[in-house]
């Protein structure tokens, strides 16, 4: 086996490792861009296959955990030898991220943490890069509604957003920009341009779990209840059962 068969082979096995959650990231990435960042990326599976499939000039590896990166280090050299000027790896604290070259185009990803971080590393990136147009592709792990509130009072626009379920949990994927126009709202709207099943039992599980919120006094979360009570009647298909 030449080098080259080895290389497209090993691009198999990691698109095969790829969770539903990380696939459907891996789809609402349909552009060229010129710096693509997997932050927070654990063991890379995803930012590997946005490599092997050119998506970018340059896939940059960020995350703080200094044992997983040396391995990560170590796995793209053996396995993406004559792609080295198309990746970098860093062991730093997403959160002081400078990116280079202001007028490239540039795609954040932070995927898999709880939304209060999401929010943080987001503001972070923003503060630190006042003059570098950035897109953002954030899939939060909790607190959707205060990562979308956060997001927009950022001056973040939408540009796609979608659910997807995995091991019986839901995750809202969101892909915003400070160039999009369509406004980014609290509750979602393309989310709910097709809805299954499956966004009817999401929908009302977030209803619930904020409905017992308010039930304790939180009028921050009767206000959530409120907007999602909203949704349902501009989008009576919510409502079937």
């Not at 490239?104 to 943490?113: C, E, F, K, S, T």
Request: glycine residues 6%; charged residues 20%.
């Amino acid at each position: 086996m030449d080098s080259t068969d080895y290389v497209l082979q090993h691009h198999e096995i990691v698109n095969m490792k790829l969770s539903k959650r990380l696939q459907a990231i891996d789809n609402m990435i349909t552009q060229h861009y010129d710096h693509l960042w997997d932050c927070c990326c654990d063991h890379g599976y995803l930012g590997m296959q946005l490599l092997s499939r050119r998506a970018a000039g340059q896939v940059h590896f960020v995350d703080q955990v200094p044992d997983l990166m040396v391995d990560l280090q170590s796995k793209l050299e053996r396995f993406f030898p004559n792609e080295q000027a198309m990746w970098s790896v860093e062991c730093v604290d997403v959160a002081t991220l400078v990116l280079p070259d202001v007028k490239a185009r540039h795609l954040v990803i932070i995927a898999g943490v709880g939304g209060d971080l999401a929010v943080a590393l987001v503001r972070a990136l923003l503060r630190n890069n006042p003059d570098t147009p950035m897109e953002f592709l954030i899939c939060p792990v909790y607190h959707t509604y205060f990562v979308r509130k956060s997001l927009a009072d950022e001056g973040l626009g939408l540009i796609n957003e979608v659910l997807i379920e995995e091991g019986g949990r839901f995750y809202e994927l969101m892909h915003v920009s400070q160039a999009a126009t369509r406004v980014l709202t609290p509750v979602g709207s393309l989310l709910w341009q097709s809805v299954s099943k499956a966004h009817r039992d999401y929908y009302y599980a977030l209803l619930l779990h904020y409905q017992r919120i308010a039930q304790k006094g939180g009028q921050e979360a009767m206000n959530v209840v409120e907007d999602y009570q909203a949704l349902a009647h501009q989008i009576p298909a919510l409502k079937e059962v």
